[in-house]
């Protein structure tokens, strides 16, 4: 398990290595039981999950008690969401499909206080979560200990991609493979380990090694988390909790199989 006070944040930036799990169905305890069960961090998805804010909230309570860092991705375009997670104790925010530098900057103006950007004040149940208790210690350390983590997986997103991990306030980037392959055969097939997805995901993480930000991507396969963690990956979800529960009741139930 890992040690509570330090953040998802401060472990990226070390250059280590986070496994993290990824939570679709709505239970608060089965995403605290993701961490007892090994995983570093969980992802509560709002996306494509069946989370909704009430679950987020009681999940981040659930991935902190257990030693783990809880992290939110948001529906697409749903900035303010992403600030509403923040207030609620999450320790990084995914947002899919940013395309551009102006949807960067967007999501970036909701995370991050000013100057840097115009997040809103009221993070009464973080703090709580963090141990923080002064309003100005969280203020002065909130923009560096969360991170704002923007998806690319579109060819919109690959082609302004530089421009894209220029932008202040963005920590890092995370490639969305399914999506991405998707966008890269026109619509031909859904391929996230194909050699032309992984190519991208290659150029995309060397972009924001280079430009000094955090590389995260999301892994179907073993393989694929070998091949992400040999490229510099070092966010890397594998894990969705449904998978997790069918992987474990297969091998469960194949071992007394009569
Ligand atoms: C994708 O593969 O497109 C994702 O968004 C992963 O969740
Ligand atoms: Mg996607």
């Excluded at 330090?6 to 990824?22: C, F, M, P, S």
């Amino acid at each position: 398990m890992v040690e509570p006070e330090k953040t998802l944040a401060d472990r990226l930036r070390a250059g280590e290595t986070v496994i993290t799990g990824w939570s679709i169905l709505p239970s608060p305890a089965l995403a605290e039981a993701m961490v007892r069960c090994g995983y570093e961090a969980v992802v509560l998805d709002m996306q494509h999950g069946q989370h909704d804010l009430g679950s987020v909230r009681d999940a981040i309570g659930g991935v902190v008690l257990a030693g783990g860092h809880p992290v939110g991705r948001i529906p697409v375009d749903d900035f303010a969401t992403a600030s509403r997670m923040l207030d609620l104790g999450v320790q990084a925010v995914i947002a899919p499909m940013i395309n551009s530098v102006a949807d960067a900057e967007r999501f970036a103006g909701f995370t991050k206080y000013p100057p840097t950007g115009g997040r809103s004040w009221g993070p009464m149940r973080a703090m709580e979560l963090s141990g923080m208790e002064e309003p100005q210690a969280y203020l002065m350390s909130a923009d560096a200990e969360t991170l704002s983590l923007g998806m690319i997986e579109t060819r919109a997103g690959l082609d302004a991609l530089d421009d894209i991990l220029a932008v202040k306030g963005l920590d890092g980037v995370f490639v969305g493979p399914g999506d991405l392959s998707i966008a890269l055969s026109q619509g031909a097939k859904i391929d996230p380990s194909g050699a032309e997805t992984q190519d991208a995901g290659r150029r995309i993480c060397e972009a924001a090694k280079k430009a000094g930000k955090i590389a995260g991507t999301f892994c179907n396969t073993a393989e694929d988390v070998k091949a992400a963690r040999a490229m510099g990956y070092t966010f890397i979800a594998y894990g969705v909790d449904t998978v997790v529960l069918k992987t474990g009741a297969s091998a469960m139930l194949g071992s007394v199989a009569v």
